[in-house]
């Protein structure tokens, strides 16, 4: 049988090779060149939608805190912030009146290493602090019900700025826009809260109108989030587009964008999906990794299998996820104790759970192969294995491979 040799799927901070039918069809973002990067976000800051510029909205020594994202997202921020800052010392805001606050939500906190690469030359300029959930402010409810609890320091702030990645979510519709609040720096019970309503209607990549995403925009507006700087990358990461603005407005002409990348007509159904989370670090955990598992059950048939590579050096992600499929007999078990009392961590390994009683799961990864079992997946050394395994299954079996599984969602 012809063969394409060396399609290279990312792993981690490598790259593995695999071979495949010539027959089967590569899913991948749209190639979108990216732009002159200082030129883009500058064009951003002086366009900006729906708002003033930003050197027009502050005022001289306002409070102001910057949200910016955590090493678990692929946002730019060393490059996002010098243009950002010089537009606050336009209006007369000094790097004296600033906070920058890394939007960690649930996920760990960030030691000095990370937080001086992220934001690079200004570390030692700005004090930069970490989210911390048990130190919030309570600001009200909103109509669906969430209590909001925002970081005390952002809530004291003066003047609230978003800074962040827009592309696919798999329950928010998009990341970027208000998610730097909630949850990136709201309380446990707020980002539970909000997360329950997942299991609503229209929670789903790519929908803008997801309830969660409305819930977030709601703590946004109650918070007063006044301008954000958000940018949409390509595959290899560089950067499209920039927008900045209004909280909601921005938010939404940069997820045009992101749809024209990332959002992939497929011509039917493959009886086998092979998914790459996109490597480091969008592969570091089981957690992360998900969204490329989400992606591709949009592409997969019914009964087919999906091929999961994904290093996972730091595990699952979350002890209630691990603690949940550990105690967990079968997918369903995890289920319906789900739908008897939802919790973060237990809704990821439900959503695992709802693939797997559909499809076999292979994963490539560093996971230990007991847990790997006990989450649901069939655990492999070699991508070429697994995919000998699956088409023994299916005859002349189709084929659909996405490389950049997490940011890639496919359509018939």
């Not at 692929?74 to 950002?84: A, G, H, R, V």
């Not at 890394?102 to 930069?128: M, N, P, W």
């Not at 989030?225 to 002409?253: S, T, W």
Request: glycine share 8%.
């Amino acid at each position: 049988m012809d063969r394409l040799s060396h399609l290279s799927l990312k792993y981690g901070k490598k790259e593995i090779d695999l071979t495949l039918p010539s027959n089967s069809q590569i899913v991948k973002p749209n190639e979108i060149p990216g732009q002159d990067e200082e030129v883009e976000i500058k064009r951003g800051l002086m366009s900006p939608i729906s708002s003033k510029k930003l050197s027009e909205l502050v005022l001289p020594h306002e409070k102001t805190a910057i949200i910016v994202s955590d090493i678990t997202r692929p946002t730019p921020t060393s490059k996002l912030l010098p243009p950002l800052l010089e537009e606050l010392n336009k209006g007369g805001v000094s790097s004296e009146d600033l906070v920058v606050v890394f939007a960690t939500g649930l996920h760990r906190k960030l030691i000095e290493e990370e937080r001086r690469s992220l934001i690079g030359d200004v570390y030692d300029q700005i004090k930069c602090i970490n989210h911390d959930v048990d130190d919030c402010t309570y600001l009200g409810n909103t109509r669906s019900g969430t209590k909001v609890s925002i970081l005390r320091d952002v809530f004291d702030a003066d003047v609230v700025i978003c800074v962040g990645t827009i592309e696919l979510h798999y329950f928010a519709g998009y990341s970027g826009g208000a998610k730097s609040i909630l949850p990136g720096v709201s309380s446990r019970e707020t980002i539970e809260m909000n997360h329950k309503l997942m299991l609503l209607p229209n929670a789903a990549s790519g929908c803008a109108d997801s309830p969660v995403r409305k819930d977030m925009e709601e703590a946004g507006a109650m918070l007063g989030i006044d301008f954000i700087l958000n940018v949409v990358l390509n595959a290899k990461r560089e950067i499209v587009r920039a927008v900045a603005g209004h909280p909601v407005h921005a938010h939404r002409a940069g997820a045009i964008y992101a749809n024209q990348i990332y959002k992939i007509p497929i011509r039917e159904r493959a009886d086998i999906v092979i998914t790459s989370a996109g490597g480091a670090p969008k592969d570091l955990n089981v957690y992360q990794a998900y969204k490329a598992l989400d992606n591709a059950k949009h592409a997969v048939s019914k009964g087919g299998s999906i091929i999961l590579v994904a290093e996972c050096p730091e595990g699952m992600g979350s002890a209630v996820l691990e603690s949940w499929v550990r105690e967990a007999n079968s997918p369903r078990d995890v289920i319906d104790r789900l739908e008897r009392n939802f919790k973060l961590g237990g809704h990821m390994a439900a959503a695992i759970a709802r693939i797997a009683e559909k499809h076999d799961i292979y994963i490539l990864s560093e996971l230990p192969t007991h847990l790997a079992e006990k989450s649901f997946f069939i655990p492999v050394k070699d991508v070429g294995v697994a995919l000998e395994a699956a088409m023994k299954k299916y005859r002349d079996a189709k084929i659909i491979v996405m490389p950049y599984g997490n940011s890639t969602l496919p359509f018939t």
